[in-house]
């Protein structure tokens, strides 16, 4: 189990849950939970293991309103603040290596929303809720970021809407057969995410001291 700590926010502690990987990390990955859930959801559970093989150190935080044991989210200025405060303290200890924010549903829009004001070098959202279920009229796309590069990853069963990569800096990516949960292929959820984060160069690169080659997943991508 990662080691559990708490950080103090103006709405009370967070928890965060970290991972580091084997050796020199070569990015931060910070992830929030859904509105109702945990940091313990299938999907990102894989892309914590995936990103640590890459080389990442991964944070899990737990939002205050759900570390005090309540369901309803918290105001979205409670959840961008407490999210702040949070990445805040997270940089000071890792500074020098990038930082990637993301989380799925409430904490993808979460770390949307601040991106630029984190100083964020990417985004990764999964199943990024662009709409309440049956109210496409009430759209969430705003929220994406322009100015960051920010991958969403959503299923084409998704009762709350499939963005659609309406700027240069968002790619958008459709898992068959999945809905908001993203249960499916945990696994394969975090295969496309660490396609993007080893194209961003967030990621450890092939060892080539031995005169080893790149590996075939890795030879086109910058």
Same mark, same amino acid.
């Given at each position: 189990?990662?080691?559990?700590?708490?950080?103090?926010?103006?709405?009370?502690?967070?928890?965060?849950?970290?991972?580091?990987?084997?050796?020199?990390?070569?990015?931060?990955?910070?992830?929030?939970?859904?509105?109702?859930?945990?940091?313990?959801?299938?999907?990102?559970?894989?892309?914590?293991?995936?990103?640590?093989?890459?080389?990442?150190?991964?944070?899990?935080?737990?939002?205050?309103?759900?570390?005090?044991?309540?369901?309803?989210?918290?105001?979205?200025?409670?959840?961008?603040?407490?999210?702040?405060?949070?990445?805040?303290?997270?940089?000071?200890?890792?500074?020098?290596?990038?930082?990637?924010?993301?989380?799925?549903?409430?904490?993808?829009?979460?770390? =949307?929303?601040?991106?630029?004001?984190?100083?964020?070098?990417?985004?990764?959202?999964?199943?990024?809720?662009?709409?309440?279920?049956?109210?496409?009229?009430?759209?969430?796309?705003?929220?994406?970021?322009?100015?960051?590069?920010?991958?969403?990853?959503?299923?084409?069963?998704?009762?709350?809407?499939?963005?659609?990569?309406?700027?240069?800096?968002?790619?958008?990516?459709?898992?068959?057969?999945?809905?908001?949960?993203?249960?499916?292929?945990?696994?394969?959820?975090?295969?496309?995410?660490?396609?993007?984060?080893?194209?961003?160069?967030?990621?450890?690169?092939?060892?080539?001291?031995?005169?080893?080659?790149?590996?075939?997943? =890795?030879?086109?991508?910058?």
């Amino acid at each position: 189990m990662s080691p559990t700590e708490e950080i103090s926010t103006p709405h009370g502690p967070a928890g965060v849950e970290l991972d580091w990987p084997g050796g020199p990390p070569t990015a931060l990955l910070v992830l929030g939970h859904g509105a109702g859930g945990g940091v313990d959801a299938p999907d990102l559970l894989a892309l914590r293991d995936a990103a640590l093989a890459a080389g990442l150190v991964v944070a899990r935080v737990t939002q205050p309103y759900r570390l005090a044991g309540r369901r309803a989210p918290a105001p979205a200025r409670q959840l961008d603040l407490s999210w702040t405060v949070v990445l805040s303290a997270l940089r000071a200890r890792y500074p020098g290596i990038p930082l990637v924010v993301g989380g799925r549903s409430s904490g993808a829009r979460v770390a =949307c929303r601040t991106a630029d004001a984190v100083g964020a070098a990417g985004v990764v959202a999964l199943a990024f809720p662009l709409h309440p279920p049956g109210r496409p009229e009430r759209s969430r796309a705003e929220e994406l970021p322009t100015s960051v590069p920010t991958l969403v990853v959503n299923g084409d069963r998704d009762p709350f809407g499939m963005p659609v990569a309406a700027v240069p800096t968002v790619r958008v990516i459709t898992r068959p057969g999945e809905r908001h949960e993203l249960r499916k292929d945990p696994l394969g959820t975090a295969a496309v995410v660490l396609d993007w984060l080893r194209a961003g160069g967030w990621t450890r690169q092939p060892d080539r001291s031995s005169g080893g080659s790149t590996p075939p997943d =890795c030879a086109d991508e910058a």
